[in-house]
């Protein structure tokens, strides 16, 4: 028995209301390019609309000029989806409360999650979103699964709650000195003064 290897998400896709709610939502209010539309190739009644959210993956929404925006919370149960996250630049997560606000759209305030910052609102069909900011940058070559899988393991290591700054710092100067090479024959810490 083999496994079947994902290489990330292809897309993800979603009921939305009608054609310019949906629009007006992925790209209006989070800045995603909507890049192409066709119908439904299943659903001859609904549109397919395709947005970018930043890494050249796609969320798309099937359309229906019948249905109206529905903001009572999707259901979250098992098997259900709870929320989506996206990831957006500390710069941009800084301005998330005014941009809601400025719209009355209701959120949960920034919240710290130990590894990332996150706030939470949900979409017009009632969809929970997330707009998550990392605390940290990988080291060059490393990826953010690497930086937390050994910030995890620091973390079991100590007995600690959850992931904290200190096991991120941590786990990205143990990457950096196995990943690159240095010409020192010491390089543990040093006090220069």
Not at 4 to 13: D, E, F, P, R, Y
């Amino acid at each position: 028995m083999r496994k079947i290897q994902a290489q990330g998400v292809h897309h993800i896709t979603l009921t939305g209301a009608n054609r310019q709610t949906s629009i007006d939502f992925w790209e209006g209010l989070l800045g995603m390019p909507f890049i192409f539309d066709q119908p439904n190739l299943d659903d001859p009644n609904e549109g397919h609309l395709y947005f970018d959210p930043g890494d050249g993956r796609l969320i798309t929404v099937f359309t229906n000029e019948t249905r109206t925006a529905d903001p009572r919370r999707t259901p979250t149960e098992p098997g259900c989806v709870h929320h989506l996250a996206f990831n957006v630049s500390r710069a941009s997560f800084l301005q998330v409360i005014e941009r809601l606000d400025e719209r009355g759209i209701k959120h949960s305030g920034a919240k710290d999650r130990g590894f990332m910052d996150s706030i939470y609102f949900t979409d017009p069909m009632g969809l929970l979103i997330e707009l998550a900011c990392y605390k940290f940058e990988p080291p060059l070559g490393c990826s953010h699964a690497d930086v937390m899988i050994r910030a995890h393991r620091l973390r079991v290591a100590a007995g600690d709650y959850n992931i904290q700054e200190s096991h991120l710092a941590d786990a990205i100067e143990a990457l950096v000195q196995e990943r690159q090479g240095s010409l020192s024959s010491n390089r543990q810490p040093a006090n220069p003064y």
